[in-house]
T-cell receptor, first 116, second 112 residues
Framework: GAVVSQHPSWVICKSGTSVKIECRSLDFQATTMFWYRQFPKQSLMLMATSNEGSKATYEQGVEKDKFLINHASLTLSTLTVTSAHPEDSSFYIC????????????FGQGTRLTVV | AQSVTQLDSQVPVFEEAPVELRCNYSSSVSVYLFWYVQYPNQGLQLLLKYLSGSTLVKGINGFEAEFNKSQTSFHLRKPSVHISDTAEYFCAVTRNDYKLSFGAGTTVTVRA
């Protein structure tokens, strides 16, 4: 399966600043990537679908101006949390959609964001 | 839209005992079903998946699950657990758009 790497694995930032999280597909050309958010002791919630070379598709209730997604190449998608606030503190996880028909997604190790 | 219900939020179990994690889903169309495991501060690792074919699916680390269409269930089982199986387990479903909907998760704690 695909190997997915997220960077950084954890980050602490001040309220009002922006943070960029990278998701790299190391051995697979990822046309589609997904970004999830997970609060403590809760499940993963899909934030957006990132498509290479086009605009991301956001789920209902997710602010597209706050969570900027860029998928400029087949191996890299980035999520930028703009003007971060403490309520944005969460665990962010990306996944790469595997081969069509496999139905399988491969997940990064996640990024723990803490806004102080 | 599809939804997933994991009936047990926490499952304590003794080492070498069997375990079953329950998962029910609701969907008006055919779905694909998955079980993932998450260790602390890590991403998700696929245990097994059901796309079509045999309703009994075998996965990694000795886990298996059975798809029951009439009961809309996809329960996960392991006949003998190890300490290393202590983790969070998520059931997930998707349609052919591959957007995963996750259950709330089940915390499995294995004790010696």
């Amino acid at each position: 399966g695909a190997v997915v790497s997220q960077h950084p694995s954890w980050v602490i930032c001040k309220s009002g600043t922006s943070v960029k999280i990278e998701c790299r597909s190391l051995d697979f050309q990822a046309t589609t990537m997904f970004w999830y958010r997970q609060f403590p002791k809760q499940s993963l919630m899909l934030m957006a679908t990132s498509n290479e070379g086009s605009k991301a598709t956001y789920e209902q209730g997710v602010e597209k101006d706050k969570f900027l997604i860029n998928h400029a190449s087949l191996t890299l998608s980035t999520l930028t949390v703009t003007s971060a606030h403490p309520e944005d503190s969460s665990f962010y996880i990306c996944s790469v959609l595997g081969a069509r028909g496999s139905g399988e997604a491969f997940f990064g190790q996640g990024t723990r964001l803490t806004v102080v | 839209a599809q939804s997933v219900t994991q009936l047990d939020s926490q499952v304590p179990v003794f080492e070498e005992a069997p375990v079953e994690l329950r998962c029910n889903y609701s969907s008006s169309v055919s779905v694909y079903l998955f079980w993932y495991v998450q260790y602390p501060n890590q991403g998700l690792q696929l245990l097994l998946k059901y796309l079509s074919g045999s309703t009994l699916v075998k996965g990694i680390n000795g886990f298996e699950a059975e798809f029951n269409k009439s009961q809309t269930s996809f329960h996960l089982r392991k006949p003998s657990v190890h300490i290393s199986d202590t983790a969070e387990y998520f059931c997930a479903v998707t349609r052919n758009d591959y957007k995963l909907s996750f259950g709330a998760g089940t915390t499995v704690t294995v004790r010696a």
